[in-house]
């Protein structure tokens, strides 16, 4: 666990915390026995988990702990729901015959919604228990976006990421690596 001295995102030094207590420890309803604070930065408004745990998310022990269970269709049974509202927010039209990436795609719920419309779906995915199927289901899948770049360079139109930069002890390094992957003069959706 390591202890944040300035805002990964403004450099700035002067926080207020607007939570300490008990955090999820795993699916519900799973808490710590350690107190965390979530503190803010004052300038920016980053909020963030002080101390930031310390957790293996491409181990099957961390899929166990956090949604009770590893395997790949439960993860698309609970989360399949989330994608038409997605959708809905971001356009179909957005993914029309687009190289996607999805950073921290699990299952590959989003990827499979978008299967077909896309020219190419993505998925990075640091469990290697889910990369099996997500090859079955016709999505390319790389265990970190470092091996993605190595592997796609700069040819990706569109890059999703859902429900993982909250969990980035260096978020900007992770939108650092994101933005690697985009194809040159991309522009943001509109």
């Known amino acids: ?62 899929r166990n702990l956090y949604n009770n269970t590893s395997d790949v269709r439960d993860y698309i049974s609970m989360h399949d729901h989330e994608q038409t509202p997605r959708l809905a927010k971001i356009g179909i039209e957005n993914f ?33 228990g889910y990369h099996h199927s997500l090859e079955q289901r016709g999505h390319e899948v790389h265990s970190s976006s470092q091996k993605a770049l190595q592997q796609l360079g700069e040819s990706v139109d569109v890059i999703t990421s859902f429900g993982v930069i909250e969990h980035t002890e260096r978020p900007v390094e992770y939108l650092g690596s994101a933005y690697s992957l985009l194809k040159k003069g991309w522009s943001y959706l509109s």
Do not use: W
């Not at 805002?7 to 808490?31: D, F, M």
């Not at 699990?106 to 640091?126: M, Q, R, W």
């Open 1 to 62: 666990m390591s202890i944040k001295n300035k805002c990964e995102i403004c450099s700035g030094h002067e926080y207020e915390t607007i939570y300490n207590g008990e955090i999820r420890a795993g699916a519900h309803p799973k808490i710590t026995s350690e107190l965390f604070d979530v503190k803010q930065c004052k300038q920016c408004k980053l909020a963030y988990l002080n101390p930031i745990p310390s957790i293996n998310y491409s181990s099957r022990e961390y």
């Open 96 to 128: 029309r015959d687009k190289v996607v990436v999805d950073l921290g795609c699990g299952g590959g719920s989003f990827l499979d919604s978008i299967k077909g419309v896309a020219k190419n779906t993505i998925g990075v995915e640091p469990f290697i």
